[in-house]
């Protein structure tokens, strides 16, 4: 029996999860496809291919020569770019696709959250008077800073910045998560910081920053996800898991 072939396009835990889920299945082929963008990636359980696929086109050229049977986009709610490609190759080949989305994180009671559309309006809205802030939101567009020196900021990221922000009062902190409450509070208490800007990424390994501004009575700046390619989603590994098989069974029936 031929084996069907599963394109993940990952770079999240979640996508890690799914593909060690699927690793041991003998009638499944697994590639896990990587941006590059961090540097030192985690270890992954299959099959990696690093670098992108040159827009839509490319990813759906990249389907077909391959003979794969399934894409699935567990990419970053914020990788829009990807995700788009993603849904338009899904579009043009044919292909059955399912795409795994963390549900977005809501406000609870004591938080205080102001929501904007992207990491100028974050920064904008910190105002003219000097504020503590914790950049959460990684290297990239971190840059957005510069255009308000007067703040005083912590950059947290996988990867360092480079160039380094022209700022004369900033702090890099490399970590990668998940990260505890404890410590989260800890690095707010350290750095008296009195405002947090983070993307609603959504999901439990960078939720710790969000209880800790809530603990503190700290401001916290919410860049939006934008509205989410046309694709069938679901949004825990487990689901994607009952959708693969529900997706796959007819070929699998077949002997394909």
Not at 58 to 67: D, P, Q, T, Y
Not at 241 to 255: C, K, T, V, Y
């Amino acid at each position: 029996m031929d084996k069907t072939r599963i394109l993940i396009l990952g770079g999240t835990g979640e996508a890690r999860r799914l593909a060690a889920e699927l690793a041991g299945r003998d009638d499944l082929d697994i590639l896990l496809s990587l941006a590059g963008r961090t540097q030192a990636p985690a270890e992954q359980p299959v099959p990696v291919r690093i670098g992108g696929f040159g827009g839509a086109q490319g990813l759906a050229e990249f389907l077909v020569a391959g003979g794969y049977n399934l894409l699935i986009d567990a990419t970053h709610p914020f990788a829009e770019r990807i995700s788009a490609n993603a849904a338009a190759a899904v579009e043009r080949t044919g292909i059955a696709a399912i795409a795994l989305v963390r549900p977005e994180w809501i406000p609870e009671a004591g938080d205080h959250w102001h929501v904007v559309a992207d990491i100028a309006a974050a920064i904008a809205t910190l105002g003219p008077t000097p504020r503590r802030v914790f950049l959460a939101t990684g290297r990239q567009g971190a840059h957005h800073a510069e255009v308000a020196p007067q703040h005083f900021y912590v950059v947290r990221s996988v990867d360092p910045v480079d160039p380094p922000l022209a700022l004369t009062d900033v702090e890099y902190v490399l970590d990668r998560g998940p990260f505890t409450l404890e410590g989260e509070m800890e690095l707010m208490r350290k750095y008296r910081i009195d405002a947090v800007i983070t993307k609603n990424s959504g999901g439990s390994a960078a939720y710790a920053k969000i209880e800790a501004a809530r603990l503190l009575g700290t401001k916290l700046v919410v860049i939006a996800r934008a509205p989410a390619a046309a694709m069938t989603s679901v949004g825990t590994v487990e689901a994607a898991l009952e959708a693969i098989d529900h997706l796959l069974s007819p070929a699998m029936n077949r002997g394909v």
